[in-house]
């Protein structure tokens, strides 16, 4: 009889380790998935950043060349269709 209980014992706790590990591993993955990704106007704000703190004419030179205006009409862009949009 001890052998049973004992069998018994030993069935249910290899049950509670596989769930707590089936908990263990979906917490992991759930957790990298709340991870920050980082977006493209993270990126250019984080360049502009890394821009020189020197008012020499050639660093800012280089760092206007350096700084990407591409997107800047766009943006106007839409920034305008929204505030028309709201009225």
Avoid: C, H, W
């Amino acid at each position: 009889m001890d052998e049973t209980i004992n069998n018994k014992d030993r069935g249910n706790f290899l049950i509670i380790l596989v769930i707590a590990l089936g908990v263990a591993i979906t917490l992991i993955f759930y957790m990298r998935s709340l991870k920050p990704k980082i977006t493209s106007d993270e990126l250019e704000i984080q360049s502009i950043s890394q821009q020189s703190s020197s008012d020499e004419t050639e660093e800012i030179e280089k760092d206007l060349e350096n700084t990407d205006l591409s997107e800047l009409d766009r943006e106007l862009f839409n920034i305008e269709k929204e505030l028309n949009d709201s009225y």
